[in-house]
């Protein structure tokens, strides 16, 4: 009996594993678009990238004579990469806080019952939807010098037009351009903004804190998964200006006479992107604007990663991660 215990199998093994099995192949056809849109669209051209990092091609020849490591040296001793890289990083300092801070200052105000929200609700997120080409043109012609709309308005007190399309104005016309359009983190912040739990807040009411510690203590805590994943985004998106810095340049291909988009562009907004399409598309250096974009993809998971590390810490979950992680382990 004993025996026959031990080796007496359940009648319902078989079909739970079967269940199982048909389980798994149902989930990997229903992610396999994704999966292939991955490896065709992003691992492999990153892959190629990487190849053609180590050569010197033209982008023309079939033949890719090798290069080795000479593309990276020069990534890392050129002045053109540390002061585009500057560049970039000072935009960052100028945008992502304003959008993350400006986004959710608006969401505050407009998830209070105030008079007309629907209206400036829409108002807000229109420039959102806006194409970027289409914005750029709009901004390019507000900030002309001679014809644009702000400096007619700065003529009003007596203000002698600004050059804003070129020099070092250029950056700060780009950096209004760019925060016109937080309407899309004004909607993330609203949706999340309308889960904190109100019994909470009445709570912190009736404890006496005003609408800033309720603010700091409750709504901040709750919020927090989202600002961080909105920092992230933001943070990327930032790091990868290119078609605005473009766009916005008062000169054009047809005027432009040295320099390919280097010529073009102010040197104030030449931002990192810019410098690697200008060495594929002006300079034809395939290899080392490759190298270029291997460099700058490192930098960005090793900063995103350090953003994880260091304001992770200060991020607050309903449910903690790690202790889901363990249990499904466990299981």
């Keep these: ?147 644009g709309s702000a400096n007619r308005f700065l003529a009003l007190f007596g203000i002698r037009a600004v050059p804003w399309l070129i020099g070092g104005h250029a950056f700060y016309a780009l950096v209004v351009m760019m925060l016109w359009g937080l309407g899309v983190g004004l909607i993330i912040d609203l949706a999340v903004l309308q889960t904190v739990d109100v019994e909470q807040l009445q709570a912190a009411k009736i404890d006496g804190a005003n609408a800033f510690l309720s603010f700091r203590h409750v709504t901040l805590p709750a919020i927090s998964p989202v600002l961080l994943f909105q920092t992230v985004l933001v943070l990327i998106a930032t790091l990868q200006t290119f078609i605005p810095s473009l766009l916005l340049s008062p000169a054009t291909a047809a005027n432009a006479t040295q320099g390919g988009v280097i010529g073009l562009v102010p040197r104030s907004n030449t931002f990192y992107m810019v410098n690697v399409y200008a060495q594929f598309f002006s300079y034809s250096r395939y290899g080392f604007g490759s190298a270029l974009i291997v460099v700058f993809f490192v930098f960005i998971l090793l900063l995103t990663g350090v953003i994880f590390k260091v304001f992770g810490r200060g991020v607050y979950y309903a449910v903690d991660p790690t202790a889901t992680n363990r249990k499904a382990r466990r299981r």
């Design 1 to 147: 009996m004993t025996t026959a215990a031990r080796v007496w199998r359940s009648p319902t093994r078989g079909r739970v594993g079967r269940k199982r099995g048909g389980g798994s192949v149902a989930f990997y056809g229903f992610i396999s678009p994704w999966l292939v849109g991955t490896l065709l669209l992003a691992l492999f051209p990153l892959g190629y990238a990487l190849y053609i990092s180590f050569t010197n091609w033209d982008g023309l020849s079939k033949v890719k004579p090798w290069a080795g490591l000479a593309n990276y040296r020069e990534v890392f001793s050129s002045p053109d990469t540390w002061s585009s890289l500057y560049r970039t990083l000072l935009l960052i300092v100028f945008v992502v806080p304003a959008t993350i801070v400006g986004s959710l200052v608006l969401a505050l105000f407009l998830n209070e019952r105030v008079k007309g929200r629907v209206v400036f609700r829409t108002l807000i997120y229109i420039p959102a939807i806006i194409p970027p080409v289409a914005a750029a043109l709009i901004w390019k012609n507000i900030f002309e010098t001679n014809t």
